[in-house]
């Protein structure tokens, strides 16, 4: 069983950024590729981006590429996301999830395809 715990959430202003984190335990995380999803009040959680086991495929989001960079730290068992250039829709919970896996290729980006899932943090950006 794995366990996933997200931080560094807050309020920013347009224009700002903010640097999540995600700690996992519990498991063998360099098994697992690594997503970031979100969800805004009355919207389906949506697909923000994802990095392989090895760190070296990543995929985004259209609304987030150019913003936003996810990386991996497997020896602290932690995965980022830093967003850049933060607009008002980006507010949301961000949630970390992980799926089990070496082979993915590109990393997976549905919910369904993801094992284990954090709680969220808070990310709201103010115009």
């Known amino acids: 069983q794995v366990q996933l715990v997200e931080s560094g959430g807050g309020l920013v202003q347009a224009g700002g950024s903010l640097r999540l984190s995600c700690a996992a335990s519990?498991?063998?995380?360099?098994?697992?590729?690594m997503g970031w999803f979100r969800q805004a009040p009355g919207k389906e959680r949506e697909f923000v981006a994802a990095?392989?086991?090895?760190?070296?495929?990543?995929y985004y989001a259209d609304s987030v590429k150019g913003r936003f960079t996810i990386s991996r730290d497997n020896a602290k068992n932690t995965v980022y996301l830093q967003m850049n250039s933060l607009k008002p829709e980006d507010t949301a919970v961000y949630y970390c999830?992980?799926?089990?896996?070496?082979?993915?290729?590109?990393?997976?980006?549905?919910?369904?395809?993801?094992?284990?899932w954090g709680r969220g943090t808070q990310v709201t950006v103010s115009s």
């Open positions: 519990g498991g063998t995380f360099s098994s697992y590729a």
């Open positions: 999830a992980a799926a089990y896996g070496s082979s993915w290729q590109p990393p997976p980006t549905t919910t369904g395809e993801y094992d284990y």
């Open positions: 990095i392989s086991w090895s760190g070296e495929s990543t």
